[in-house]
Nanobody, 121 residues
Protein backbone atom coordinates (compact mmCIF):
# COMPACT_ATOMS: atom_id res chain seq x y z
CA UNK A 1 0.00 0.00 0.00
CA UNK A 2 1.27 3.44 -0.87
CA UNK A 3 2.62 5.51 2.01
CA UNK A 4 2.53 9.30 1.92
CA UNK A 5 4.90 11.70 3.68
CA UNK A 6 4.28 15.43 3.80
CA UNK A 7 7.05 17.99 4.24
CA UNK A 8 7.68 21.70 3.87
CA UNK A 9 5.55 23.06 6.67
CA UNK A 10 6.74 25.65 9.14
CA UNK A 11 6.26 29.16 10.43
CA UNK A 12 5.67 31.85 7.82
CA UNK A 13 4.65 35.48 8.06
CA UNK A 14 1.39 36.71 6.54
CA UNK A 15 1.89 37.39 2.86
CA UNK A 16 4.71 34.89 2.62
CA UNK A 17 5.02 31.60 0.75
CA UNK A 18 5.56 27.93 1.45
CA UNK A 19 5.75 24.86 -0.72
CA UNK A 20 4.45 21.62 0.70
CA UNK A 21 5.45 18.26 -0.73
CA UNK A 22 3.66 14.93 -0.61
CA UNK A 23 6.02 12.10 -1.46
CA UNK A 24 4.82 8.56 -2.03
CA UNK A 25 6.62 5.30 -1.34
CA UNK A 26 5.61 1.68 -1.61
CA UNK A 27 3.41 2.50 -4.56
CA UNK A 28 2.78 5.05 -7.25
CA UNK A 29 0.68 8.20 -7.35
CA UNK A 30 0.41 7.85 -11.12
CA UNK A 31 -3.16 7.19 -12.07
CA UNK A 32 -4.45 8.44 -8.72
CA UNK A 33 -6.19 11.62 -7.68
CA UNK A 34 -4.35 13.39 -4.86
CA UNK A 35 -5.80 15.91 -2.46
CA UNK A 36 -4.50 18.36 0.12
CA UNK A 37 -6.55 18.86 3.25
CA UNK A 38 -6.05 20.96 6.37
CA UNK A 39 -7.32 20.99 9.89
CA UNK A 40 -7.20 24.06 12.08
CA UNK A 41 -7.47 23.82 15.88
CA UNK A 42 -11.05 23.24 16.91
CA UNK A 43 -12.29 22.87 13.37
CA UNK A 44 -13.10 19.96 11.10
CA UNK A 45 -10.71 18.89 8.40
CA UNK A 46 -11.43 20.55 5.06
CA UNK A 47 -10.36 19.94 1.51
CA UNK A 48 -8.03 22.59 0.12
CA UNK A 49 -6.88 21.50 -3.32
CA UNK A 50 -7.12 18.40 -5.45
CA UNK A 51 -5.44 17.21 -8.62
CA UNK A 52 -6.77 14.42 -10.78
CA UNK A 53 -4.73 11.63 -12.31
CA UNK A 54 -4.74 13.56 -15.59
CA UNK A 55 -3.79 16.93 -14.13
CA UNK A 56 -7.09 18.72 -13.63
CA UNK A 57 -7.22 20.81 -10.46
CA UNK A 58 -9.89 21.88 -8.03
CA UNK A 59 -9.44 24.43 -5.22
CA UNK A 60 -11.61 25.56 -2.37
CA UNK A 61 -12.76 29.17 -2.82
CA UNK A 62 -10.70 30.48 0.09
CA UNK A 63 -7.40 29.57 -1.60
CA UNK A 64 -8.18 30.25 -5.24
CA UNK A 65 -5.57 32.50 -6.78
CA UNK A 66 -3.16 31.89 -3.89
CA UNK A 67 -2.49 28.13 -3.75
CA UNK A 68 -1.44 25.92 -6.64
CA UNK A 69 -1.43 22.14 -6.61
CA UNK A 70 0.81 20.30 -9.04
CA UNK A 71 2.26 16.86 -9.55
CA UNK A 72 5.55 15.41 -10.76
CA UNK A 73 4.84 11.83 -11.71
CA UNK A 74 8.52 11.11 -12.33
CA UNK A 75 9.26 11.99 -8.69
CA UNK A 76 6.06 10.39 -7.39
CA UNK A 77 5.33 13.65 -5.59
CA UNK A 78 2.51 16.20 -5.39
CA UNK A 79 3.13 19.78 -4.33
CA UNK A 80 1.08 22.58 -2.85
CA UNK A 81 2.51 26.02 -3.52
CA UNK A 82 1.08 28.42 -0.99
CA UNK A 83 1.44 32.13 -1.76
CA UNK A 84 0.05 35.21 -0.02
CA UNK A 85 -0.69 33.13 3.04
CA UNK A 86 -3.04 34.40 5.73
CA UNK A 87 -3.34 33.59 9.44
CA UNK A 88 -6.48 31.60 8.65
CA UNK A 89 -4.36 29.23 6.57
CA UNK A 90 -2.84 27.94 9.79
CA UNK A 91 -3.36 24.25 10.44
CA UNK A 92 -2.06 20.76 9.91
CA UNK A 93 -1.91 19.96 6.21
CA UNK A 94 -2.45 16.42 5.03
CA UNK A 95 -2.22 14.83 1.63
CA UNK A 96 -4.32 11.88 0.57
CA UNK A 97 -4.49 9.63 -2.48
CA UNK A 98 -7.03 7.44 -4.15
CA UNK A 99 -10.20 9.47 -3.63
CA UNK A 100 -12.39 11.59 -5.86
CA UNK A 101 -11.73 15.30 -6.32
CA UNK A 102 -15.39 15.85 -7.19
CA UNK A 103 -16.89 14.00 -4.20
CA UNK A 104 -15.77 15.07 -0.73
CA UNK A 105 -17.58 12.12 0.81
CA UNK A 106 -15.71 9.48 -1.15
CA UNK A 107 -13.17 7.73 1.09
CA UNK A 108 -9.48 8.31 0.42
CA UNK A 109 -7.33 5.19 0.36
CA UNK A 110 -4.13 6.59 1.87
CA UNK A 111 -3.28 9.53 4.13
CA UNK A 112 -0.06 11.11 5.25
CA UNK A 113 0.73 12.07 8.83
CA UNK A 114 0.48 15.80 8.22
CA UNK A 115 2.75 18.83 8.38
CA UNK A 116 2.12 21.90 10.51
CA UNK A 117 1.73 25.29 8.83
CA UNK A 118 1.61 28.34 11.07
CA UNK A 119 1.01 31.79 9.62
CA UNK A 120 1.88 34.45 12.13
CA UNK A 121 3.87 37.63 12.48
Amino acid sequence: QVQLVESGGGLVQPGGSLRLSCAASGGTLNGNNVGWFRQAPGLEREGVSCITFDGRTLDVDSVKGRFTISRDNAKNTVYLQMNSVKPEDTGVYYCAAGGLCSDSGFPWAAWGQGTQVTVSS
